[in-house]
Nanobody, 127 residues
Framework: QVQLVESGGGVVQAGGSLTLSCAAS????????MAWFRQAPGTEREFVAA????????YYADSVKGRFTISRDNAKRSLYLQMSSLTPEDTAVYYC????????????????????WGQGTQVTGSA
């Protein structure tokens, strides 16, 4: 059974930093396509960042490029999202996602491309 457990959320002042973690189990983590999404109240789930296991290539939404960094530690079976220069607009529940397929997909930014999801962790950027 695949489990993704996020942690590290909280309230941070504008301009502050936060690092989210996602602990994975029940899947071949080192060869899994992983991503972070977020969802604010009343909005659809939106892509934040993705990482392709084979090349370690990373992809970011324009809104977070230069501020957020996705990374993984295969030995710890964990995915991370380092967030800096946070703003109130970054307030959302952040979700870790994993795909059951290993091949690269140009649609890495689409939620439907991922099969497994964590329960989410709340991030609040205060003004």
């Amino acid at each position: 059974q695949v489990q993704l457990v996020e942690s590290g959320g909280g309230v941070v002042q504008a301009g502050g930093s936060l690092t989210l973690s996602c602990a994975a189990s029940g899947l071949s983590f080192s060869s899994s396509k992983m991503a972070w999404f977020r969802q604010a109240p009343g909005t659809e789930r939106e892509f934040v960042a993705a990482e392709y296991w084979l090349t370690s290539s990373t992809y970011y939404a324009d809104s977070v490029k230069g501020r957020f960094t996705i990374s993984r530690d295969n030995a710890k079976r964990s995915l991370y999202l380092q967030m800096s220069s946070l703003t109130p607009e970054d307030t959302a529940v952040y979700y870790c996602a994993a795909s059951s397929t290993t091949a690269f997909s140009r649609n890495y930014f689409r939620p439907e491309r991922y099969d497994y999801w964590g329960q989410g962790t709340q991030v609040t950027g205060s003004a």
